[in-house]
């Protein structure tokens, strides 16, 4: 009994506050290795892609530089308004940078892009490491395998809205756990790119899921993950007319070119190999949430029937998540079958590092850059240029531009035909005043003659249309041959003195 009365006493006593065991403060050093790693990881990558844009990153450059001036949401500044940039906030985040010159704007894109991508990997890094549950070396795997990832390496310095897409995927999948911040972030990521609307929807539930919440909670989710897109969607419908964006319409696809897209997406990003683990995924509800919503946004990929971007650019916002799902499952993994896992995808990400697109694409910037700086003094004197690449024609001129591929201009967006085929004949042009056209010819021109423009390959049906049109010919003589790199270059020309 006396024992039994000391026992009592001992449990019932008030317990004494006691510093922290020694082996918690020594985690410390481990979680800021890892997120070292995982930083470096964003980092080192994106560095050897420096080289890398599109010609869409400018395209926003020009509008966020029209921001900034208080010209407005135009492209051309005496121009309408217009719904050229798809990702409806990238502008106005881009404008308190835009006070520069198109290619210095350009330039900070890229870098606010690295710090994003920076950011999201220390942050991911750090989470892995947590994940003590999973060998070490099975954690190290999946960010060696994202640093071989081509297409997140290139599209974190693309100078495109994709890097801080991908930052915010990534932080809304480390919050998991916490179903309300999770549909927060996951739905401003679907105002960026408004095809992962379905991703943030799908990733808000099963983290509710996951973390068993009541349903009224779990529909607060949903209306957290969908009102960002729903904003963009009623400013649209204000502003112009029609809640999609607009290169909906100017860049209609077909079903097998996003299925091909989507499969082949899921191939060059390394990380959807690491999660083909269904039995280990079963046992962790929170990276089968994961890869559940990565499954719908792939399958959202095909039903908006992919990209004609490289490197597989609508894919990769999901990778660094797909990696952390990975590490999540390898906890309830037999670790030969991680092992094998990760040694597939490595060798895969090898053999892909040895094609010749990862040179050409570092080139890609530099290339760009000379073709804008020798074309600013030939189209000094032009009022209005058409072209089928906007892009870098923005950066070379402050005329106004007609979009032959309408995907700054709703009139030729309307038009029959796809990205590269809209029904742009001589007429349009003449009424659009334009004194200045630019076509693509990628094998360069006969014999390096300008003068035999005409007899040049033009393989975009809108350009070589024109090129054969009788009153273009006419109307239009070639004045000069503007070189883009190891790929062809442009045919400009000029209308003929009345």
């Known amino acids: 009994?006396?024992?039994?009365?000391?026992?009592?006493?001992?449990?019932?006593?008030?317990?004494?506050?006691?510093?922290?065991?020694?082996?918690?403060?020594?985690?410390?050093?481990?979680?800021?290795?890892?997120?070292?790693?995982?930083?470096?990881?964003?980092?080192?990558?994106?560095?050897?892609?420096?080289?890398?844009?599109?010609?869409?990153?400018?395209?926003?450059?020009?509008?966020?530089?029209?921001?900034?001036?208080?010209?407005?949401?135009?492209?051309?500044?005496?121009?309408?308004?217009?719904?050229?940039?798809?990702?409806?906030?990238?502008?106005?985040?881009?404008?308190?940078?835009?006070?520069?010159?198109?290619?210095?704007?350009?330039?900070?894109?890229?870098?606010?892009?690295?710090?994003?991508?920076?950011?999201?990997?220390?942050?991911?890094?750090?989470?892995?490491?947590?994940?003590?549950?999973?060998?070490?070396?099975?954690?190290?795997?999946?960010?060696?395998?994202?640093?071989?990832?081509?297409?997140?390496?290139?599209?974190?310095?693309?100078?495109?809205?994709?890097?801080?897409?991908?930052?915010?995927?990534?932080?809304?999948?480390?919050?998991?756990?916490?179903?309300?911040?999770?549909?927060?972030?996951?739905?401003?990521?679907?105002?960026?790119?408004?095809?992962?609307?379905?991703?943030?929807?799908?990733?808000?539930?099963?983290?509710?899921?996951?973390?068993?919440?009541?349903?009224?909670?779990?529909?607060?989710?949903?209306?957290?993950?969908?009102?960002?897109?729903?904003?963009?969607?009623?400013?649209?419908?204000?502003?112009?007319?029609?809640?999609?964006?607009?290169?909906?319409?100017?860049?209609?696809?077909?079903?097998?070119?996003?299925?091909?897209?989507?499969?082949?997406?899921?191939?060059?990003t390394l990380a959807p190999a690491l999660v083909l683990a269904p039995f280990a995924l079963a046992r962790s509800r929170e990276a089968l949430a994961i890869v559940l919503a990565a499954s719908v946004h792939v399958a959202a990929i095909v039903v908006v029937r992919g990209d004609w971007m490289p490197y597989a650019r609508l894919m990769v916002p999901v990778v660094p998540g797909l990696s952390y799902a990975a590490v999540l499952a390898a906890a309830r993994a037999h670790p030969l079958a991680t092992a094998a896992r990760s040694l597939a995808a490595a060798c895969l990400g090898v053999a892909l590092l040895g094609q010749g697109a990862v040179a050409d694409g570092r080139r890609v910037g530099a290339d760009r850059r000379a073709l804008v700086m020798a074309a600013r003094p030939a189209l000094a004197p032009a009022r209005c240029v058409a072209a089928l690449d906007v892009g870098w024609v923005g950066a070379a001129t402050e005329a106004d531009i007609v979009d032959l591929a309408g995907v700054t201009d709703l009139e030729i967006a309307s038009l029959p035909g796809g990205h590269t085929s809209k029904r742009v004949d001589a007429i349009l042009l003449r009424a659009r005043h334009v004194d200045a056209l630019l076509l693509y010819a990628p094998d360069g021109l006969p014999g390096g003659d300008v003068a035999r423009w005409l007899e040049a390959s033009y393989p975009r049906v809108v350009e070589a249309r024109l090129a054969r049109d009788p009153v273009v010919a006419r109307h239009f003589s070639a004045t000069d041959w503007l070189p883009l790199g190891r790929r062809g270059g442009y045919v400009l020309l000029r209308v003929r003195s009345p």
């Open 1 to 268: 009994m006396q024992r039994i009365g000391h026992e009592a006493g001992r449990l019932l006593a008030p317990r004494r506050s006691s510093p922290p065991a020694p082996f918690s403060r020594a985690r410390w050093p481990r979680r800021l290795a890892w997120a070292a790693l995982g930083a470096l990881v964003a980092v080192v990558p994106a560095l050897r892609m420096w080289g890398f844009t599109v010609d869409d990153a400018l395209i926003s450059v020009r509008y966020a530089r029209h921001l900034a001036a208080g010209v407005g949401w135009r492209f051309d500044a005496a121009g309408p308004t217009s719904d050229g940039v798809t990702p409806l906030p990238w502008p106005v985040v881009l404008a308190p940078l835009a006070g520069a010159e198109p290619l210095a704007v350009l330039a900070r894109a890229k870098a606010l892009g690295l710090l994003a991508s920076a950011a999201a990997g220390a942050a991911l890094g750090a989470a892995i490491g947590r994940v003590g549950a999973a060998p070490w070396w099975g954690r190290a795997a999946a960010l060696a395998i994202l640093a071989l990832s081509v297409p997140v390496a290139a599209h974190a310095v693309s100078g495109m809205e994709t890097a801080l897409a991908t930052a915010l995927a990534t932080a809304a999948v480390l919050l998991v756990r916490r179903p309300r911040w999770c549909a927060i972030v996951a739905g401003t990521t679907a105002a960026f790119r408004p095809e992962m609307a379905a991703w943030a929807v799908t990733l808000a539930v099963c983290a509710g899921v996951a973390a068993r919440v009541r349903p009224a909670r779990a529909a607060a989710g949903v209306a957290l993950a969908l009102a960002p897109f729903a904003c963009c969607a009623l400013v649209r419908l204000a502003a112009w007319g029609r809640p999609a964006p607009l290169a909906l319409l100017a860049k209609p696809g077909d079903a097998t070119f996003g299925l091909t897209y989507a499969a082949v997406a899921c191939v060059v």
